[in-house]
């Protein structure tokens, strides 16, 4: 089973009033899904967000947004540029790709030889 990882790509902060202490210390967040298995390490295009007030502590969910954090949002959104979507190959993948090419080339030599028929 693959495991998800959030890799953080942009994090500000933000001076907007908090909706439940009206603090104005919080901190916006931009997260892009990473999933690593055991031949492939995948970077997706799914970018999710956060903003957390760092008095109380509380993620502010969208509900209760502001027109001010809503035009935050929307300026930090555009400047949080997530990698691109990629699939790298693990080491493991790599030996298992040389070992399966080996097998299947010895496999050919013995047939052509003449030691194996069918």
């Given at each position: 089973?693959?495991?998800e990882k959030l890799v953080t790509?942009?994090?500000a902060d933000?001076?907007?009033n908090c909706p439940e202490c009206f603090s104005q210390d919080m901190?916006?967040?931009f997260f892009q899904k990473h999933t690593y298995g055991r031949l492939i390490h995948r970077t997706t295009n799914e970018v999710t967000h956060q903003i957390k007030c760092k008095k109380c502590?509380?993620?502010i969910y969208p509900v209760s947004w502001t027109d001010d954090i809503e035009k935050i949002?929307?300026?930090y959104q555009k400047m949080a540029t997530p990698h691109k979507?990629?699939?790298?190959?693990t080491s493991l993948f790599y030996v298992l790709l040389l070992v399966l090419v080996l097998l299947v080339g010895a496999g050919m030599y013995l047939f052509m030889e003449g030691s194996i028929t069918f």
């Open positions: 089973m693959p495991k790509i942009k994090e933000i001076t907007n901190k916006i967040t502590s509380s993620i949002f929307d300026y979507a990629s699939i790298r190959f």
